[in-house]
Nanobody, 125 residues
Framework: QLQLVESGGGLVQPGGSLRLSCAAS????????IGWFRQAPGKEREGVSC????????NYADSVKGRFTISRDNAKNTVYLQMNSLTPEDTAVYYC??????????????????WGQGTQVTVSS
């Protein structure tokens, strides 16, 4: 059974950092592009960042450029999202997703076939 599990969310003060993890089970992530998405209450799900299967290509939303870093460790079958300088506007449920067309990555929701259950990130003082 293909499964993605996010972890690392929580409550953090503005200016703080969190590292999210996306671990795969039932399949290897080696050939998949991975995307991180977020959805705040009352808003559409948006693509935050993505990374190609090789890790050689990444992409970021303008709102997180310079603050978030995506990386992958295929040996651990895990993708990470390091989030620094967090603001209340980053508050959302964060999801990871896998796209089997892994050579390039996209931040479009429709490109992804497999999704995790999400992890809550709350930025508040």
């Amino acid at each position: 059974q293909l499964q993605l599990v996010e972890s690392g969310g929580g409550l953090v003060q503005p200016g703080g950092s969190l590292r999210l993890s996306c671990a795969a089970s039932g399949f290897t992530l080696d050939y998949y592009a991975i995307g991180w998405f977020r959805q705040a209450p009352g808003k559409e799900r948006e693509g935050v960042s993505c990374i190609s299967s090789s890790g050689g290509s990444t992409n970021y939303a303008d709102s997180v450029k310079g603050r978030f870093t995506i990386s992958r460790d295929n040996a651990k079958n895990t993708v990470y999202l390091q989030m620094n300088s967090l603001t209340p506007e980053d508050t959302a449920v964060y999801y990871c997703a896998a796209d089997p067309s892994g050579y390039v990555c996209s931040r479009m929701v429709s490109e992804y076939d497999y999704w995790g259950q999400g992890t809550q990130v709350t930025v508040s003082s």
